[in-house]
Structures are given as C-alpha cells and as structure tokens.
C-alpha cells in the first residue's frame, strides 16, 4: 500500500511540473505576442492565431487552461495592454495596480 501512494504522489508531482512547464510556454508565448505589438503592431492577432491553433490549443490544455474563445480573448487583452508578462506578476506592479483602484474607486 505504501509504494501505492509514494508512487500516486511521485506521479501527481511530476504532473505538476509539466503543469508549471507548458504554462512557462504560454507565458513565452505572450511576451513574443508583446513584443511583436510593440515592433509591427500585431500582438493580440498573433497570441489569438496561436491560441486557436492546433499547437495553441494543446499547450494551453497542458498548462491546465481551457482553451476556449474566453481565453483567446483574455490572451488578447493581456497583450494589448502591453505589460511583459515579468513585471505584470510582480509584486510592484500588483501593489501598483490595486492602489490605482482605490484611488479610481475613491
């Protein structure tokens, strides 16, 4: 029974490294989208081709996100907004971006 859970709980893990991978892969994805819509203006028809390609599609069910038309336009608005995918899941920026809604709220 005990090599039946090290062995379910070795297999969960390893899931969830390959989960953490392909989720680095769409966050990749985002940042090329970024950087074509600040160089050719195209970004969020890029991320959008991407994500509803078959490839797309595939690695966002890998990182464990529904590839649905919800996302592709949520993928869309993240890179039109223009903000690396570094800085928007940094602590500065989330503390800059709720301060901002308590001023705007105010």
Sequence with gaps: MKDFVDGTAFNNEQGNRARKLFAAVVL?????A??????????????????????????????GIDPNERVVQGLMDFVGRGVRTSVALSREESERRNAAQQAEAA
């Design 28 to 32: 990749a994805a985002l940042d090329d």
């Design 34 to 63: 970024i950087a074509d819509d600040k160089k050719y203006g195209n970004g969020p028809e890029q991320i959008a081709r991407w994500a509803r390609s078959r490839d797309g599609r595939e690695v966002l069910s890998c990182a």
